[in-house]
């Protein structure tokens, strides 16, 4: 097994490399990149000088003294090249794709990320500011919809055809097609003071005076404010690990070996956790790592507009609109290396549920 994680963990680095190189190869092509915005800026405001001065269609060019229309770039009319190198420069695009693409993965193994082009702040920096908003989101979300799935999974399983399957799957089907967002929606009006109950705080993870709190305070504080938001994520996402532990319980239940375990005297709870319990879980602890970076970095974004938590997923949203490169593929990177570490580790516990999986035997 040792050697199994040595060469996952080698195979980290060339992923990544992929990773990165098909992404930047796409943003090469990609228009409205951050030279074009400077340049539209610039463009805007020569434009609004005219107005106010009441000058000729001309006079944009003639301020800046020269012609950019032989330029790479949209907007680049008008504009003097001495300017727009400078420009290049301030972004780093003077120098040629191949060199920036080394640079920057030479960079990215130390864990420079640079600085971000709009925010005067190191990448990193800004990474671990919006960091425990994500965590904190994608932590409790991921263990709470483990803890409704599994149990109510196993109990559909049970008592598969039941009044109680039957009721819990409605339950299922509505969580399945309402998305979390409109849950998020829906629990702000009733308890956040839309419409009834002003019960739980709508605004950030903490309160604004959590620095002169008690430590008791800080962490109902803090799970307070985890309520509507944490709630609404959970709603909208257990139902397809409900269904998917419910599924794996009824095929191992209908194999020959539990008939077996329970001509041996063993009682329903004896066969059920100590037979299929082990080999039923696999599919769902195989979907743990995928859950938990999809809940971390994909799921919450809106869920973070919603209750104005500033965190990676509106982070990375920002980054694309705004065209701010370094920041986007730094939260690429950082992704990245999260899901393929989190790959390994599903691996591992695999190995740990049933020790008979030996992918070292298997050559993965």
Request: hydrophobic share 50%; no cysteine.
């Amino acid at each position: 097994m040792f050697s199994y994680i040595l060469r996952r963990l080698a195979l980290i680095v060339p992923t990544l490399f992929g990773i990165l190189l098909l992404n930047f190869v796409i943003i090469q092509f990609a228009p409205g990149g951050p030279v074009e915005q400077v340049l539209a800026e610039l463009q805007g405001q020569a434009a609004g000088a005219t107005a106010r001065i009441g000058g000729g269609g001309d006079a944009a060019s003639a301020g800046t003294g020269g012609s950019g229309g032989d330029s790479q770039y949209r907007g680049a009319d008008g504009l003097r090249p001495d300017i727009i190198a400078e420009i290049e420069k301030q972004f780093g695009f003077d120098k040629p794709a191949h060199e920036r693409f080394v640079l920057m993965v030479r960079d990215y193994l130390m864990f420079d990320f640079g600085d971000s082009y709009y925010r005067d702040i190191a990448v990193i920096d800004l990474v671990i500011e919006k960091l425990p908003v994500s965590i904190s989101l994608g932590l409790w979300t991921t263990l709470l919809t483990y803890l409704v799935s599994i149990p109510l999974g196993i109990s559909k399983a049970v008592k598969d055809g039941s009044r109680f399957d039957s009721w819990t799957s409605f339950a299922v089907v509505v969580g399945n097609a309402i998305p979390g967002f409109l849950f998020a929606v829906l629990l702000i009006v009733l308890f956040a003071g839309g419409r009834y109950w002003d019960v739980f705080p709508l605004r950030g993870l903490t309160s604004d005076n959590f620095d002169e709190l008690s430590t008791f305070e800080q962490i109902k504080d803090y799970f307070w404010h985890l309520v509507l938001p944490v709630s609404s994520m959970v709603i909208g996402g257990f139902a397809g690990l409900t269904l998917l532990t419910k599924n794996a319980f009824l095929d191992q239940i209908r194999l020959q070996y539990v008939e077996t375990a329970r001509s041996k005297g063993l009682n329903e709870r004896q066969v059920l956790y100590g037979h299929v319990f082990r080999n039923a879980m696999l599919i769902v602890i195989a979907g743990f790592p995928s859950a938990f970076i999809g809940i971390l970095f994909t799921s919450s974004l809106l869920i973070e507009v919603i209750f104005s938590l500033d965190g990676l997923g509106l982070l990375g949203f920002e980054a694309a609109i705004n065209r701010d490169y370094p920041v986007i593929f730094a939260t690429l990177y950082i992704f990245t290396l999260l899901a393929l570490v989190m790959q390994l580790i599903g691996d591992l516990v695999y190995h740990w549920v049933d020790p008979r999986i030996d992918f070292e035997a298997r050559g993965q």
